[in-house]
Every structure is written in C-alpha cells, then in structure tokens.
C-alpha cells in the first residue's frame, strides 16, 4: 500500500487514538504501565477531550483498561 492509499485521519481524537494504538502494538507502552490523562496530553500536545475520546476507543478495542 503506498501512502496515496492510507486514508486521511480527519479529527484529532483519530490520530492521536493511531499514535496510542501503535506505541501499545510496538510495546512502547508495556501492559500494564499506569497512563494518565494529564501525562498523556503533555506527552502529545493535547488537550484532554480529544484524548478522553481517544482513551474511549482504545478501551473499546480493549487496548487499555481504565
């Protein structure tokens, strides 16, 4: 697939649920490692609603507990 291919991620939410989604597939973030909300925007530059819409779906896809 080139990168043509890749859809474009739209809201903010969506990108940064694929940045949390790849760091948890590249172990980056090992199980269970303790996030927070606050070290998570810091970390990505956010602010805390899109990454609580993020969190949201990385639990759905049950990639993280909360």
Known sequence: MQDSDVPEVRTLAERV???LQDAIVRGELAPGTKITEPGL??????????????????ETHRLIER
């Not at 925007?41 to 990385?58: D, K, N």
Request: glycine residues 10%; positive net charge.
């Open 17 to 19: 649920f694929n940045q």
């Open 41 to 58: 925007a810091a970390t990505y530059g956010i602010s805390r609603g899109p990454l609580r819409e993020a969190m949201r779906r990385l």
